[in-house]
C-alpha cells in the first residue's frame, strides 16, 4: 500500500496509491448507498416520513457516484485546499445534516472516521489535523444544539465531545505517520528495483557485448546464460534455444570437468582447455570459473549455485601479446634508425670523397658496393623513420582531386606489369570521370597495398581477384579489391586496422594501418567484409576491402607529394 508523504505528491501517482485513492471513493460509495437502504427501511418499518433525511442520503449518493466516475486515477494535491470539497467537505456536510436532520436516536457520530481516514492517509498532517478540528467542533456544536432543545447534563455532552474529537486526533496523527512510512517504504522498495532493473539491463548489454565467452552453468551441467562470444567459442552455431546441456556434445566435455570442479572444491578455476571437433582444428581456451555462492550460502538464503565461465580465445591472447611485442620493436627500430643516421652519413660522405681519389677498376668496384649498400641501410631507416611522421605527414599533405578510374587503371596497369603472368584480375571500372578528393601517391599506396594482400591469399583463377570502382544513385563513390581467399579468424578481423598488428610471423602490420591513415586524410573511409561474387565457378565466398570516398566537383590538379611511405 502506498500513502501521501509529508510534501506535495504530484499528480503521477504510482499504481497502489492510486488504488488506495479510487478504493476510498468507492468505499464512500458504498456507505452512501448503506444509508439510503437504511432510511428507507426504517422509514417503511416506523411508518414516519422524514423526507428531509432521505434526500441528504440521495443527495450524498449522488455526489460519491459523480466523484466516483469523474474522478482520475491520481488523488488531489495532498496538501490543504478546495481540491478536498467534493470528497472530504461533502462527507463533513453529509453527516452533520443527517446529524441535525435524523428526528430519532441514530447516531451518525461514527461517520466522521471516514473522512478524517481520507485526510490522514492521503492528504498532508495539516490536512489531517485540520479535518479532524472541523470534526471535533461539528461534535462539540452538535453538544451545544441538543442541550437547547432537551434537559440533561450538559458537561457530560461536552466531556464525551472532546473525547470523541480527541481519540480523532490521535488516530488521525498514527495513522497518517503509519501511511507517510509506509510511503517511504513503498519509494525506497520502487527506487531499489528499478536499481536493480537497470543493473540487470547494463549487465544483460555488458555481457551481449563482451568480447571474451560468457556461461552460467548450474550444477546439472546446463548451460543457462551464453552470450553470443561464448557461443561462438563453442563451436561457431548459433544456440538459439537456451538452456542447453554441456554434456550433450563430445567437445564440451573438458568444460563440464572444470565445472563439477568448481563446484566440489568451492573456489575459482583456471585453465587451459582444447575443444575437440572432428574434421576442425582444436580450438584453444583459457578458462576462468566462479562460483556466485558457496553451499552453506545458498542454503541459508535458499538460491541456487551457479557457475560462471569466462572463456578465452588463446589465439586471440597470443595476437595480442604479439602485437605488443611488435609495437615496442617498432618504437625501438624508430630510435636505432635515427641513431644510424649521423654515422650512416659520414660514412656515405666518406665514401664519395675516397672514390675520387681512387682509379682501379677493383677499388672502384668495392667503393661502388659501399655506396649501395649504405644507400640500403640509408633507405631501410628512412622507411621506419616513416612510420613514425606517418601522422605528421599526413596532417600536412595538401588536398588534391583525381579522376578515379583513371587513375586505378593506371596504378593497376603498373601493378600488373611487374608479374604479368600471376598478377590477373577482373577489373570494372563504373565510375567515369567522377573525380574524388585523393592524393594520386596515397591512392596508389593504398591500392598496392590491398592488391599485394590480396596476390598473398587468392586463389590461381584468372577471376581470383577483382577490381572495382562503382558510383551509387545516392552519389557515394567506392573502390572495392576483392579476392576468393580463405575467411579471416575472428580474432585476427578485429584488429586488422591497427599498427603492428599482423597474422603473419614476418609481416610488420603496418599496411592496413597507414592505408587507414591515408584515407581518413582525405575524409574517406575504408572497411572489411566478407562478400560473396558471381564468378565463372558460380557464387565464391572472398575477402572484400572496400575504400569509400568523398566526392567532388573539382578541377584536378597536381599534388604536392610528401616523404614516401613505404607499405
Known amino acids: 500500500m502506498q500513502a501521501a508523504p509529508a510534501g506535495p505528491l504530484p499528480l503521477s501517482a504510482d499504481a497502489p496509491f492510486a488504488r488506495l485513492w479510487l478504493g476510498f471513493l468507492t468505499g464512500r460509495v458504498m456507505v452512501a448507498l448503506a444509508l439510503l437502504v437504511l432510511q428507507g427501511a426504517g422509514q417503511l418499518i416506523n411508518q414516519a416520513a422524514a423526507p428531509s433525511v432521505l434526500a441528504v442520503c440521495v443527495a450524498y449518493l449522488v455526489a460519491t457516484v459523480v466523484l466516483r466516475v469523474l474522478s482520475r486515477k491520481a488523488p488531489p494535491s495532498p496538501s490543504a485546499g478546495p481540491q478536498w470539497l467534493p470528497s472530504i467537505g461533502v462527507d463533513l456536510a453529509a453527516i452533520t445534516a443527517l446529524q441535525l436532520l435524523h428526528a430519532g436516536t441514530m447516531n451518525y457520530t461514527p461517520l466522521f472516521g471516514l473522512p478524517i481516514l481520507i485526510a490522514a492517509v492521503m492528504g498532508t498532517l495539516t490536512l489531517a489535523l485540520g479535518t479532524t478540528a472541523a470534526v471535533t467542533l461539528l461534535l462539540l456544536g452538535w453538544a451545544w444544539w441538543v442541550g437547547q432543545y432537551s434537559t440533561g447534563d450538559e458537561g457530560q455532552r461536552y466531556l464525551q465531545s472532546a473525547l470523541t474529537g480527541t481519540g480523532y486526533f490521535i488516530v488521525s496523527y498514527l495513522v497518517h505517520q503509519l501511511a507517510t512510512r509506509l510511503a517511504r517504504e513503498q519509494e525506497v522498495a520502487q527506487q531499489s528495483q528499478i536499481a536493480a532493473r537497470v543493473q540487470t539491463q547494463v549487465s544483460a548489454l555488458v555481457i551481449q557485448n563482451l568480447t571474451d565467452g560468457v556461461l552460467v552453468v548450474d550444477e546439472t551441467d546446463v548451460v543457462r546464460i551464453a552470450n553470443?562470444?561464448?557461443?561462438?567459442?563453442?563451436?561457431?552455431?548459433?544456440?538459439?534455444?537456451?538452456?542447453?546441456?554441456?554434456?550433450?556434445?563430445a567437445p564440451w566435455h573438458p568444460l563440464v570437468i572444470l565445472a563439477r570442479r568448481t563446484f566440489r572444491h568451492e573456489q575459482p578455476q583456471t585453465a587451459d582447455v582444447d575443444l575437440l571437433r572432428e574434421g576442425q582444428s582444436p580450438t584453444g581456451l583459457h578458462v576462468r570459473t566462479w562460483l556466485t555462492s558457496t553451499r552453506n550460502a545458498a542454503l541459508q538464503t535458499h538460491s541456487e549455485r551457479l557457475c560462471v565461465m569466462f572463456l578465452h580465445d588463446l589465439r586471440e591472447m597470443e595476437a595480442r601479446l604479439r602485437t605488443e611485442k611488435l609495437a615496442a620493436m617498432g618504437r625501438m627500430s624508430a630510435a636505432v634508425a635515427h641513431e644510424i643516421r649521423n654515422p650512416l652519413a659520414a660514412i656515405v660522405q666518406a665514401n664519395a670523397l675516397l672514390e675520387e681519389d681512387l682509379h682501379e677498376p677493383a677499388q672502384k668496384r668495392l667503393a661502388h658496393m659501399v655506396q649501395q649498400n649504405a644507400d640500403r641501410l640509408a633507405r631501410i631507416a628512412e622507411e621506419v623513420l616513416d612510420i613514425a611522421r606517418v601522422q605528421h605527414q599526413i596532417s600536412h599533405a595538401p588536398a588534391s582531386t583525381v579522376v578515379l578510374d583513371e587513375t586505378v587503371a593506371q596504378i593497376w596497369n603498373d601493378w600488373q606489369a611487374q608479374d604479368p603472368a600471376r598478377r590477373r584480375a577482373v577489373v570494372s571500372l563504373d565510375t567515369g570521370a567522377t573525380q574524388v578528393e585523393f592524393d594520386a601517391e596515397h591512392l596508389r599506396r593504398v591500392l598496392v597495398n590491398l592488391l599485394d594482400n590480396a596476390l598473398r591469399y587468392m586463389g590461381p583463377e584468372p577471376d581470383s581477384l577483382s577490381v572495382t570502382t562503382r558510383n551509387t544513385p545516392a552519389g557515394q563513390v567506392s573502390l572495392q579489391v576483392w579476392s576468393d581467399g580463405a575467411p579471416m579468424d575472428k580474432s585476427v578481423e578485429r584488429h586488422l586496422f591497427e599498427p603492428f598488428f599482423s597474422s603473419e610471423s614476418r609481416s610488420s602490420g603496418l599496411g592496413l594501418y597507414?592505408?587507414?591513415?591515408?584515407?581518413?586524410?582525405?575524409g574517406a573511409s575504408i572497411s572489411y567484409q566478407r562478400l560473396n561474387r558471381p564468378t565463372t565457378r558460380g557464387d565464391i565466398g572472398g575477402n572484400a576491402f572496400t575504400v569509400g570516398f568523398?566526392?567532388?566537383?573539382?578541377?584536378?590538379?597536381?599534388?604536392?607529394?610528401?616523404?614516401?611511405?613505404?607499405?
Open 228 to 249: 553470443p562470444a561464448g557461443l561462438q567459442l563453442l563451436g561457431g552455431v548459433a544456440l538459439t534455444e537456451l538452456p542447453f546441456a554441456l554434456t550433450s556434445t
Open 514 to 522: 597507414i592505408c587507414r591513415e591515408l584515407c581518413q586524410r582525405h
Open 550 to 567: 568523398r566526392r567532388t566537383t573539382r578541377p584536378a590538379d597536381n599534388a604536392t607529394l610528401f616523404d614516401t611511405i613505404v607499405v
